[in-house]
């Protein structure tokens, strides 16, 4: 499993395909196999697909530190660089969209494009929500189980009603629990995603954008994700909003098929 070094931490990275780098940035704490699911096979036919673990995930370093998307932002720099992946169309998911938000402002000319899909601002000042002894303490018992992911799936309305009781969030969550991380630095990863704060820099993002939400992700911990998109692409010169119909919140595996033909059209386009 190839490995590359990246100032103070090992990152572990699959690519397949070949073509223009297309990289893609995972779920908050989930390893990069979780792409493996519905998107590498489809995209490998056309680019060279690019996806890796998070410090702290999967088979990457694993350092007990305070992490922060700013950091997350510089692995990606790392990654991109010492891959020959430059300049790369880059997927974001989440917290990946967060950090890739970062990266963007600060090294456009590291982006072919950049596609956030399910991602937003954040809030300032978020970082300061969750005690960090209260988390650990939830997790503690059940972190690492199947059944703490189904259930974080269903609290966080990640999926349609109907959808959350197939087969698919199960192989999901396996895919998740086998390169997650330690409940610590999990922990970590949330810390770093509510901390996260951009709505008063996107104005300096000059690289093309798309921004993806799912059509029904509006139920999410009281949250209106579609509103919160539209507001991201407000903030963003020339950015291109798309809804991705029947979508709840995790909806690159729900609905794989739209999702996987928007960031097509999109990245063919450039």
């Known amino acids: 499993m190839p490995h590359v070094r990246v100032d103070d931490i090992d990152l572990h990275y699959e690519e397949r395909g070949a073509g223009e780098p297309l990289v893609f940035l995972s779920p908050t704490g989930w390893p990069g196999t979780v792409w493996q699911l519905e998107q590498v096979d489809f995209f490998s036919r056309h680019y060279r697909v690019l996806t890796y673990d998070y410090r ?43 950090a890739a938000q970062l990266l963007a402002i600060g090294q456009p000319s590291l982006f ?11 809030r300032p000042g978020g970082g300061k929500s969750v005690p960090a002894h209260l988390a650990l303490a939830l997790l503690d ?35 998740i629990r086998q390169g997650q991380p330690p409940a610590k630095l999990y922990l970590r990863h949330v810390l770093a995603r509510l901390s996260h704060y951009s709505g008063d820099r996107l104005n300096e993002i000059r690289v093309p954008v798309q921004v993806l939400v799912g059509a029904e992700d509006r139920s999410g911990a009281g ?19 798309e809804t991705i119909p029947g979508g709840w919140h995790l909806f690159p595996w729900e609905v794989p098929a739209p999702t996987n033909e928007a960031i097509l059209r999109f ?3 450039h």
Do not use: C
């Open 56 to 98: 702290g995930v999967g088979q990457s370093g694993k350092p007990d530190q305070s992490y922060s998307t700013a950091q997350m932002a510089a692995d990606l720099a790392g990654l991109l660089r010492a891959t020959s992946a430059v300049p790369a169309h880059v997927v974001g998911f989440s917290i990946g969209g967060r």
């Open 112 to 122: 072919r494009t950049l596609i956030l899909a399910g991602s937003d601002t954040g």
């Open 141 to 175: 018992e059940s972190y690492g189980s199947l059944e703490f992911w189904i259930e974080h799936f269903e609290d966080a309305g990640a999926f349609s009603p109907g959808f959350l009781h197939s087969d698919g969030p199960r192989r999901l969550a396996e895919t």
């Open 223 to 241: 949250e209106d994700r579609v509103a919160a998109a539209r507001q991201l692409a407000g903030q963003i010169a020339n950015a291109e909003l």
């Open 267 to 269: 990245v063919r386009q």
